[in-house]
């Protein structure tokens, strides 16, 4: 419908719930209660709306997913609507019986979250001391029947010990193996004089990275994203506005990506109020930044701004307050200093600092005092 592209991947964030706290979540500073959350019903109707529109992969998100007791009900609506679906989980609260009811729904993969390679790595940054639950879900995965996929965050706090997980994934038998490094918004912004490595500490890793890549082969792949801060440009965030996927917020807000609640400046479309076909096609908040109409210098005039799409409109919002501008990231962004600032004070401070005295230190993610439950 006039150019604009049809999505092919839907992120169905089911809870903010979860139960550990890591100090980099990409969900929203304020998390939503269970109270606000969509119903079954809305689910299967959006599952509906999305294939409708073309989306052909869901990834039931959250939070975590498992705290819903509706997931196979979800899962075997795309089943039944021809979608591959995949579970994003930390792991806890899955057993052999859950994954069993899972895939006779129809899940089609999973990827499991670790945090580091150890109790003790996992409860630095998740405030969680359950590595040993990480451990039986692989199994239980793997025993379901299930491409094993796992992912990593990386930072300050556990680039040194990438060695040791992957050593961990490949005994755990992963097929694949996302090491993703952090991304500075919402929880992680909040830590970022504590999460964001040196650069000797991310050439160490990409040697490493290199080095374990290359032993493995095809045994598991390994996936690399890049730090972007030490970028000169930024990244295709999203592949541009709008253009490939969207994402379902548990009270049924709808946004371009994950992480665009943060933008706070902006209105978005919910599908308690419109279905989904209006909201990609017609809504405000999606046309707002598509193509590189929208943009001005130095992207606008920029050979590369087919290629990155002036980078990433969360990351401009949450540095200087306006969507609009050019990624900071970039070179030619005028407010590049920024990120320089960050990565001087990152290769000011002692990489052994960690441990003990970043427990304290560290921003947890919990919901607001008055939503516990
Ligand atoms: Fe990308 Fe804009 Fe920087 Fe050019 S000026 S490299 S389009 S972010
Ligand atoms: Fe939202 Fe990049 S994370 S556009």
Redesign the pocket.
């Given at each position: 419908m006039n150019g604009i592209p049809q999505p092919f991947g839907l992120l169905a964030e089911v809870t903010h719930q979860c139960p550990l706290h890591c100090v980099y979540c990409s969900n929203p500073l304020t998390l939503l209660d269970r109270r606000d959350e969509l119903g079954t019903d809305d689910w299967l109707r959006v599952i509906g709306e999305a294939a409708a529109l073309g989306v052909v992969q869901v990834h039931f998100s959250g939070g975590e997913p498992l705290v819903r007791g509706d997931l196979e009900t979800l899962i075997a609506e795309c089943h039944h609507l021809g979608l591959y679906t995949n579970l994003i989980t930390s792991g806890l609260g899955l057993t052999e019986s859950r994954a069993t009811s899972l895939v006779s729904a129809g899940l089609n993969s999973a990827q499991l979250s670790i945090q580091g390679d150890t109790a003790e790595s996992t409860n630095l940054v998740a405030a969680s001391k359950r590595f040993d639950k990480k451990e039986e879900a692989a199994r239980i995965i793997r025993e379901a029947g299930l491409p094993l996929n796992m992912n990593v965050v990386l930072h300050r706090l556990n680039l040194s010990r990438l060695d040791e997980i992957i050593d961990v994934c490949v005994a755990w038998g992963a097929e694949r193996l996302e090491l993703a490094n952090t991304q500075y918004y919402g929880w992680a912004l909040r830590n970022r004089e504590l999460l964001m490595p040196s650069r000797a500490q991310l050439d160490e890793a990409v040697g490493v990275y290199e080095r374990r890549k290359a032993e493995l082969g095809e045994h598991m792949e390994l996936l690399w994203i890049l730090p972007d801060y030490y970028e000169p440009?930024?990244k295709p965030c999203m592949g541009g506005w709008a253009q490939t996927a969207l994402t379902v917020a548990p009270d049924g807000a709808v946004y371009p990506c994950p992480v665009a609640a943060e933008i706070t400046t902006m209105k978005f479309p919910s599908v308690r109020d419109r279905d989904l076909e209006w909201i990609w096609f017609k809504s405000e908040a999606f046309e707002a930044f598509r193509g590189t109409g929208w943009m001005s210098d130095?992207?606008r005039s920029?050979p590369?701004?087919e290629?990155?799409f002036?980078?990433c409109r969360c990351q401009a919002f949450v540095l200087t307050g306006d969507p609009a501008r050019?990624?900071p990231v970039?070179v030619?962004?005028p407010d590049h200093h920024l990120v320089q600032d960050a990565v001087v004070r990152a290769n000011q401070q002692d990489v052994t600092e960690g441990g003990e005295a970043s427990h304290e230190k560290l921003v947890y993610r919990r919901p607001p005092t008055s939503a516990r439950r």
């Open positions: 440009y930024p130095p992207c920029c590369r701004k290629t990155d002036g980078g050019t990624d970039c030619h962004s």
